[in-house]
């Protein structure tokens, strides 16, 4: 299939590409470069400098490779600089979302495969959290992927030629098994990353976000997802796209972790008994998510092959010692 992957050149659309074309399919990247790499692009891609609110050169693009999907992965992700630059993340999140279907409409291509987030269900009642709680994000970056769910869903309404799948993903984490990419942030918030960089010695010490929660460990639990699995979820999510189709559904693995249990695994998994300090909360952090992933197993068939921690420790483990300064600046 032709496939535009947007945001091909950030952290979870370079690892789509990459297994897009490992799967035969004919990619063309579009990526304004803000904070993507073009180091992390295959080469076998077509790599488009295009921001999504370029709708005119969108379209041209669209057109000119014959895309029959798009894969829509381009935004902004930091929840705390959503709080602080509300704009920026409607112009960029959600504007440019409007752009993209607005060319796409414009260029006859009618399926898209959506990059949502856990974060549109805000402080969900109970866990684990199932595809059909009510959504009420408590930071603008939620809103703005939850408006792009919204506008799919009435594009879908509107067009029974139209089909699309919004993927909810939870924690996404770990690096392409093989090494050639990987996670490469600026600034660098992740949980994970933020680990291995104390491991590694950049950072002298790392702080957890409170320990007074209302979990076992008074740490926060997470779900954390296989970067490489997720992706293989949207090649499921694509491949089984039809006319008419709106579907949603939560990516993640099912079960949760507190952030005790992500350092000891950390440090299990590097062999560096990084310093730990306990700091305040992080506002906006809520105590516990995690996903019940029934739906997209039964639906598309969907299994996650990383289920242990540590396994996916390691594969970010190997990207980060193999590049201790990410792609560098170019
Ligand atoms: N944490 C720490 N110390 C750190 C970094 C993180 O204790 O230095 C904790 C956080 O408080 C949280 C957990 O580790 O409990 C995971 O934090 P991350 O920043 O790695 O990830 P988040 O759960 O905050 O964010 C992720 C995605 C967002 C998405 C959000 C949904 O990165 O894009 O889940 O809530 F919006």
């Given amino acids: 299939m032709n496939v535009l992957v947007t945001g091909g050149a950030g952290y979870i659309g370079s690892h789509a590409v990459k297994a897009l074309i490992e799967a035969g399919h004919r990619v063309t990247v579009v990526d304004n470069l803000d904070r993507g790499h073009k180091r ?76 949502s987030t856990c974060a549109t269900y805000g402080i969900p009642e109970q866990m684990p959290i199932v595809e059909t ?97 997720l992706v293989e979820a949207h090649i499921l999510a694509m491949n089984a796209l039809h006319d008419g189709d709106a579907r949603f559904y939560n990516l993640g693995i099912g079960r949760g972790y507190s952030v005790r249990e992500m350092i000891e695994a950390a440090k299990a998994v590097t062999g560096v008994d990084f310093k730990v300090e306990i700091g305040p909360r992080r506002p906006g952090d809520p105590p516990e998510l995690y996903a019940n992933a029934d739906r997209i197993r039964q639906d598309l068939g969907f299994t996650p092959r990383y289920t242990d921690i540590r396994h996916i420790i390691e594969t970010a483990w190997n990207w980060f010692k193999a590049h201790p300064k990410g792609y560098e600046k170019e």
């Avoid at 488009?48 to 490779?65: A, F, I, N, S, Y």
């Avoid at 509300?86 to 607005?102: F, I, V």
């Avoid at 909810?168 to 600034?187: K, L, M, Q, S, W």
């Fill in 40 to 115: 992390a692009v295959h080469e076998k891609a077509t790599l488009e400098p295009v921001d999504l609110r370029q709708t005119g050169e969108l379209t041209t693009v669209l057109q000119r490779d014959a895309i029959e999907c798009v894969m829509h992965f381009a935004a902004l992700a930091y929840v705390g600089e959503s709080v602080d630059h509300p704009l920026r993340y409607y112009d960029n999140n959600a504007t440019g979302s409007l752009s993209l279907l607005r060319a796409m409409h414009a260029a006859g291509v009618r399926r898209m495969v959506f990059s």
């Fill in 133 to 229: 709680m009510p959504q009420q994000p408590i930071n603008p970056y939620g809103w703005s992927k939850l408006f792009v769910e919204r506008m799919l869903a009435d594009v879908a309404a509107a067009d029974p030629g139209f089909g699309f799948t919004a993927l909810r993903y939870f924690n996404v984490a770990g690096c392409a098994a093989d090494g050639t990419i990987g996670e490469d942030h600026d600034p660098e918030t992740h949980l994970i990353p933020v680990m291995l960089e104390a491991a590694l010695g950049k950072r002298d010490v790392i702080t957890i976000f409170g320990e007074d929660y209302p979990t076992p460990d008074g740490t926060c639990i997470r779900d954390y997802i296989h970067v490489e699995d």
